[in-house]
């Protein structure tokens, strides 16, 4: 199998450095997306890296992981708090997967302290802006390399 990481990015954040700065910060989606195609080739790893604002298009996307990638990275944004769709899907792929938020969501709204997604992820990393997917990415090859 290769070494191909899925990232799967949900809704809004098509809209990344303009929308609410002071929670998300000034990244660009396109910025954390050169960060994650730089930090996987210095990783040995490779990137697939997608975003759409449709729940069932990122059932489809996570289903198709299960033959084609190695692991996911996963910021569902909003269907965090709500899809159990997703989550199924992410346990049915069978790959690792590691969950990202850029804020940090256990300081914000109290619905967004509950993460369906986290049942099926070996880790979370919010907070920290787009440098979580840096440090997912690394977890995942960590992951792949134990795995063998």
């Known amino acids: 199998m290769s ?46 890296f997608r975003q759409s604002n449709h729940e069932g298009v990122l059932v489809d996307w996570v289903q198709g992981a299960r033959d084609s990638h190695a692991g996911l990275v996963v910021n569902a944004a909003a269907y965090t708090h709500t899809s159990v769709a997703l989550l199924d899907a992410l346990l049915a792929v069978e790959r690792p997967v590691i969950e990202v938020h850029l804020s940090n969501i256990h300081q914000r709204e109290s619905f967004r302290h509950h993460s369906y997604v986290s049942r099926a992820a070996r880790g979370m990393i919010c907070g920290l802006g787009g440098q979580g997917y840096a ?7 960590r992951a792949l390399d134990q795995e063998g």
């Open 135 to 141: 440090l997912a990415l690394e977890a995942l090859a």
């Open 3 to 48: 070494r191909t990481i899925l990232v799967v990015n949900g809704p809004n954040l098509n809209l990344l450095g303009g929308r609410q700065p002071e929670v998300y910060g000034r990244e660009t989606l396109a910025d954390i997306e050169a960060l994650c195609h730089d930090k996987a080739a210095a990783l040995g790893l490779a990137v697939d």
